[in-house]
């Protein structure tokens, strides 16, 4: 007996100390090695070069997992396939994780419906999805989520590195993480600076409008400016003569696209969608002024503009028929790619025009539309697909938000601080130098945008209520109806929504949303 007794101490020392052999080498494998050389066991290494405390638990990792990801196809979901030294992001996750991951593509206009009958159905389709974060409150609220928090460990997303607006309002529900950022919209107001420092056009402005030709700073001004650039084929533009028809502004005016070009105009006047108590206030003063201008700058846009969504835009702009226009942030690297830009090296940026409020200029930025990951709440595999989401998040998106054939913008700070990469990475691709100093311009004002913002409505229902404010502006713009009756038909159904889905409910939701803002600094 005391033999088996010794027999068996010593197999137990022998297996305790295989198992740490073991342990010891899984651990090795998935330490990386910083670019300094030092290496941690969670790849990550402090400015001091200290092990960081959240280790990378690729443990948690099953090789061979298959993880579908749900996102609208094309240009955004592109950044899975864009090469990173050589290899797309789905192959490298393959290699450093053994995760497959499989998209499922949809149309852009269908995400929503889509993803909104799968959660209804309930069959656990889909491990991680991809869509806007106006919608995470909805979807959070219902109990189609799951909460990422418990799976921050398995790789680092660095959370710390998203700039602060979008890390709480894309990231966060109910004091956890429940998504990670995959595109940073923002809108920025977008001119031609050769038009600006031409001294023929200079001249002939500030003989017409009294004062220099700048960058608009108000709405006042940008109508001005799109007035004055507004030319007929045959006349000349900074001394060329047209072969075709110049104007002065591009404007978001189609069905479904009206909302975005309506804020834009309504923020400036200190617009917000509700009081603390619900009240709609789409119909105040600043929403006249708001719906009045659209009709008026649309004067200074192609005939047929109220068909126009993005891509229109987009392309007129590039294609130099347009001499400014609001749009999101990724119109900037898009002017460097050959295949649609004429107008490389020419665009300027700023912020959205704003007023003159006692003497003082104010102005907010609108952060519509945007993108982010989340876990759904049937997934079979959360920590696969979360390794996906905190990748693409945190290491692919440096690339793919610095490539011309990807929509997504920046939403990083570790981005929007380092003009000298996006400069080479568009002066790589485009085959040209791109001034580091225009990347500079362009993440200051991108950054300057975000802390300045005015964010999507966020609660549930949010796409009913801005689907009934796109519906009546579209009808007062093209004449149905006059400013004042749209605007006051908003309100009304806005109220019915509002009933309809519990008002005490959304209520509350609503004053715990304008309470992060005010957090933020984004409101007062």
Known sequence: MKKIGIILSIAMVIIFVITMVFTGCKSEAVTETTAAGETTAAGETTAAGETTAAAETTSAITPGTKVVVYCDGGVNSQPFKILIDGKSAIDRIKEESGIEVVLSEVAEADVYSKLKNEFVAGTGAFDLVIYSPYLLTEFAN???????????????????????????????????????????????????????????????????????????????????????????????????????????????????????????????????????????????????????????????APEG??????????????????????????????????????????????????????????????????????????????????YVASYMSEFASKYFTSDPTCAEEPFRYSQVDDPQFLADYLSDFSDTEVPVADCANYYEAVKNSFENGYPDLSIPGANQYMDILDLNINKALIGDVTPKDALDEIVKEWNNISDSLGFDNQKAIWQAQIDTWEKLGLIK
Not at 337 to 363: C, F, Q, R, T, W
């Open 142 to 300: 219902l109990g189609n989520l799951m909460s990422m928090q418990d799976y921050l460990s398995v790789r680092d997303p660095k959370m710390d590195d998203i700039i602060e607006s979008l890390r709480e309002l894309y990231c966060m529900y109910n004091g956890e993480v429940y998504g990670l950022p995959y595109d940073g919209d923002v809108h920025l107001y977008y001119y031609r600076k050769d038009l600006i420092e031409n001294a023929e056009e200079q001249a002939n402005f500030k003989t017409k409008y009294g004062y220099d030709l700048a960058v608009p700073q108000t709405w006042d001004q940008a109508h001005d400016f799109a007035e004055f650039f507004t030319r007929k084929k045959g006349e000349k533009l900074a001394g060329e003569t047209l072969s075709a028809d110049f104007f002065g502004n591009g404007m978001l005016l189609a069905r479904g696209w009206s909302r975005y070009e309506f804020m834009d105009h309504f923020i400036a006047y200190g617009g917000q969608y509700f009081d603390e108590n619900l009240n709609p206030l789409i119909n105040s003063e600043a929403g006249i002024k708001a719906l009045d201008e659209l009709i008026a700058m649309s004067k200074f």
């Open 305 to 386: 503009v109220l068909s126009w969504g993005y891509s229109e835009n987009r392309g007129a702009f590039l294609s130099n028929q347009l001499a400014s226009m609001i749009l999101w942030s990724d119109l900037f690297k898009f002017s460097y790619n050959a295949d649609e830009s004429s107008v490389a090296g020419k665009v300027g940026l700023s912020h959205i025009p704003g007023s003159m409020v006692n003497g003082e200029l104010y102005y907010k930025a609108t952060m519509p539309f945007g993108r982010i990951m989340c876990l759904t709440a049937t997934t079979k595999h959360p920590a696969e697909a979360f």
